[in-house]
């Protein structure tokens, strides 16, 4: 019986790349070029996108007509159709009710396959938009290993947004290179992988509310706290430019052994100095900061099938117990109880109905 990962593996393999090799970049679009040719009319999206992840992320329509908000505009999602997230774009479902599943089928409509990019990696989840339900529905991600990831997104934005003489050329290289390594990548935890069923073992989302696996857009911050986490305003351009170098340098770095004394480095300063002014700038000390980059990235990650350990390594903490404090002290839970808390996986069940295409 195939995996998850197998299985996407397979839609990549003979869906998306031979989508690239037909249309290159030509459907690749920034959040930027939406027009409002390519979003609904009506219903018209009211509610507001909370702020993004700093990391890049990736969306491409599988199946179906799939709506999702990005920057508050109801963009349909068609076939191979591509959209490049830079970090802090906001962007969510535009459905009330979010579940998470052990189990894809490639041919059900509406779906999305997600990839969020970290310096160490690319995380793979796979979205089917539940219209009949006002639902959306989701694969339990998983990662990817691998440093090129980053440097190929990020060469792919630069492309896209600068437009430079022989830019598509370039751009569907680099998107071709990014899905070939993705085939090619280790996968972080391959010994642990979620089975994929098939149609007729699956339980549909509907039938979920009964088993207590059900929760709201809302419920997705629970046990939280605000402990002057990083925001999307944290590098305005009122800030120093000392400032900005040393988060810049943090959010490339923080996966490394880094300290006080690298930062200060990094923004060519005295690290009593440094640390004095940075304070008085964001409010919280360097290590602070680099401290809630790497719970941002581990709320993340903790919903993957990731050991705690591997987690902890993978955002630059080596002692695990360390790091199950800081995670508590962030966000109100230990790790794997955040992790049963947000990321609750649901039960096989009867076959389900199918459910309609979306009707936009």
């Not at 401290?291 to 591997?310: G, P, W």
């Amino acid at each position: 019986m195939k995996t998850i990962r197998e299985t996407v593996h397979d839609v990549i393999a003979e869906r998306v790349i031979p989508w690239i090799e037909r249309d290159g970049i030509s459907k690749l679009i920034l959040p930027e070029q939406i027009t409002p040719d390519d979003c609904i009319k009506e219903p018209r999206c009211d509610r507001y996108c909370p702020p993004g992840h700093r990391e890049h992320d990736m969306a491409i329509g599988l199946t179906g007509r799939t709506v999702f908000c990005i920057e508050n505009k109801a963009f349909v999602f068609t076939p191979g159709r591509i959209v490049l997230l830079p970090g802090g774009t906001s962007h969510m479902s535009a459905y009330k009710t979010w579940y998470r599943s052990t189990y894809f089928d490639p041919e059900w409509p509406n779906l999305i396959l997600g990839m969020m990019v970290y310096p160490f990696g690319v995380r793979v989840q796979v979205v089917h938009i539940v219209v009949k339900d006002d639902a959306v529905e989701s694969t339990s991600p998983y990662m990817l290993l691998g440093r090129h990831f980053s440097r190929l997104i990020s060469d792919l934005l630069e492309e896209v947004r600068s437009r430079p003489p022989h830019y598509a050329e370039i751009g569907r290289c680099i998107l071709m290179e990014f899905m070939h390594r993705c085939l090619r990548a280790e996968a972080a935890n391959p010994t642990v992988d979620i089975t994929f069923i098939p149609p007729h073992r699956r339980a549909h989302p509907r039938n979920l509310a009964e088993s207590g696996s059900r929760r709201t857009l809302t419920d997705r911050g629970a046990g939280r706290k605000k402990t002057g986490k990083p925001s999307k305003t944290d590098s305005v351009k009122d800030l120093p430019m000392y400032v900005q170098v040393a988060q810049d340098f943090i959010h490339a770095n923080y996966y490394t052994q880094i300290g006080m004394n690298d930062i200060a480095h990094a923004a060519h300063m005295s690290v009593d100095y440094f640390g004095r002014h940075f304070k008085a700038s964001t409010g919280v000390t360097p290590i602070q900061y680099l401290l809630n980059v790497r719970m941002e990235a581990a709320r993340e990650l903790i919903l993957t099938d990731l050991k705690v350990s591997d987690i902890a390594r993978m955002v630059g903490i080596e002692d695990p117990y360390y790091f199950s404090r800081v995670f508590r002290r962030a966000n109100g839970l230990p790790p794997l109880q955040y992790r049963r808390k947000m990321a609750k996986v649901t039960p096989t069940g009867p076959p389900p109905e199918n459910p309609r295409n979306n009707p936009f």
